[in-house]
């Protein structure tokens, strides 16, 4: 399971854990998903002009520490806090990953490498979106 996962999975039920209210931890989740894309969104020109294995090394030590924090955290305000840090680099990293494949494999086998790197949430959801077939 991915961070990603484990953060979208958890976070109502650590909030709960901690007295967290239903609003503030609603707040914190939608204070997430908008981070979501505003990492999105500022991935694609950072990967366009830095090296993408320093981006995704910066990210990737940035969700460790924010899953070390997550557990620490004493306080209401900073399930708020640890919301959209985790939001600005949780999705950053669908950027830089298959710019990083595509300069160092082969386009005719791209898609069995990116496969796990896109086969989480977005790819599920993508996959519901995109799908042709009616839903059983």
């Known amino acids: 399971m991915t ?3 484990l ?3 958890h976070l109502v039920s650590i909030a709960h854990d901690h007295g967290v209210s239903t609003a503030l931890t609603g707040t914190a989740v939608s204070l997430l998903a908008a981070a ?3 990492g999105t969104v500022a991935s694609g020109p950072l990967s366009d002009r830095y090296s993408c294995a ?3 090394a910066v990210l990737y030590g940035v969700r460790a520490l924010i899953m070390i924090l997550l557990a620490l955290a004493l306080y ?3 399930l708020v806090v640890i919301s959209v840090a985790f939001g600005l680099v949780d999705f950053a990293t669908l950027a830089p990953t298959p710019l990083i494949a595509t300069r160092n494999f082969p386009v005719a086998s791209l898609g069995p ?3 796990p790197a896109v086969d989480g949430a977005p790819g599920r959801l993508r996959g519901r979106l995109l799908s042709t077939r009616s839903a059983p």
């Open 3 to 5: 961070t990603t996962g």
């Open 7 to 9: 953060m979208d999975t």
């Open 36 to 38: 979501n894309i505003a």
């Open 54 to 56: 320093r981006i995704l």
């Open 76 to 78: 209401r305000a900073w």
């Open 113 to 115: 490498r990116l496969r």
